[in-house]
Antibody, heavy 122, light 108 residues
């Protein structure tokens, strides 16, 4: 059974870069799954950040596209999120998730990490 | 702009009640609609995908229906563990993937 675990700094300074990692266990990041980042600002709803395939193919939320990079590290069986030029508006809980190939067109995210809270503050 | 709107934003009900949550898209999304449950302090959990398909391990009291622009999530007999926030999510018009604003289900 695939499990996901987010990690990274809980505090980032304004204008800095938020960097998070999602470790994949119980399965290979090289299989036909898609790997996703979603965030949730305090007291707010869910916001899709973007996705990556093991080949490195990515797709991003247009509202964040100029600041986001999602990448895969096959050697470590993990994927990462980098968000540049952060502000207080990027304070949120960040979740990583997975979609199996058979459910990609319905974008059914069936496995989630527990989430990691990131605060942007000086 | 394309929008997905959930209603109601909050709902009070009692254990054993039948409740329905609605998600409306601003244009047809055929059946590209999923439902998630999120308990406080935890990650979302996939309940229903492709409008009406029950995710493995999800109790059968949860069901989904609809097509085009109007969709519903029904919980047939509320259990104490069902009090949570529910989100719909569409994948027809992308990017981006979008979620409804959420429906908070509270105990009456």
């Amino acid at each position: 059974q695939v499990r996901l675990q987010e990690s990274g700094p809980g505090l980032v300074k304004p204008s800095g870069t938020l960097s998070l990692t999602c470790a994949v266990s119980g399965g290979s990041i090289n299989n036909t799954d898609w790997w996703i980042w979603v965030r949730q600002a305090p007291g707010k709803g869910l916001e899709w950040i973007g996705e990556v395939y093991h080949s490195g193919t990515t797709r991003y939320n247009p509202s964040l596209k100029s600041r986001v990079t999602i990448s895969v590290d096959k050697s470590r069986n993990q994927f990462s999120l980098k968000l540049r030029s952060v502000s207080a508006a990027d304070t949120a809980v960040y979740f990583c998730s997975r979609i199996v190939a058979a459910k990609y067109y319905f974008y059914a995210m069936d496995v989630w990490g527990r989430g990691t809270a990131v605060t942007v503050s000086s | 702009d394309f929008q997905v709107t959930q209603s109601p934003s909050s709902l009070s009900a009692s254990v054993g009640d039948r409740v329905t949550i609605t998600c409306r898209a601003s244009q047809s999304i055929t059946n590209y609609l999923n439902w998630y449950q999120q308990r406080p302090g935890t990650a979302p959990r996939l309940l229903i995908y492709a409008t009406s398909n029950l995710q493995s391990g999800v109790p059968s009291r949860f069901s989904g229906s609809g097509s085009g622009t109007d969709f519903t999530l029904t919980i047939s007999r509320l259990q104490p563990e069902d009090f949570a926030t529910y989100y719909c999510q569409q994948s027809y018009t992308t990017p981006p993937i979008t979620f409804g604003q959420g429906t908070r289900l509270e105990i009456k």
